[in-house]
């Protein structure tokens, strides 16, 4: 297998990483009627400013999901799944920090909704 090296690859992930979460039943109703046509562009420039270093993301992510009627252990679901694609699809460097850097991400959504959810 081969590492994450160009956008393509993370096009690849990201397609691949929501087939596989929109299979799931549990998942499928948080992102029911999202248009991923126009969506996942947006998540591959997210990642690619993560991993590739990509100019230009500057949109605040936590503030783009707070409105999903999402539910704590979702989130746990949603990083199982990424890392199982990324498990699936790639290895080396740029897939080892895809994962810590969606780990980091989960708790920190995970922090900041059990806090917005408290209010």
Known sequence: MKDITIKKDIELLINTFYDKLLQNLEMKTVFEGIDFKSHVPQIVHFWSF???DEEGYKTN???KHVHL???LHQ???WLN???AT???L???EKAELAKQRATVLTHTFKSKWQ???EE
């Open 50 to 52: 993560i991993l590739l």
């Open 61 to 63: 992510v936590f503030d």
């Open 69 to 71: 009627p999402i539910k």
């Open 75 to 77: 989130f746990n679901i």
């Open 81 to 83: 799944t990424f890392i």
């Open 86 to 88: 990324i498990n699936e």
């Open 90 to 92: 790639f290895e080396g």
């Open 115 to 117: 806090k917005i959810k």
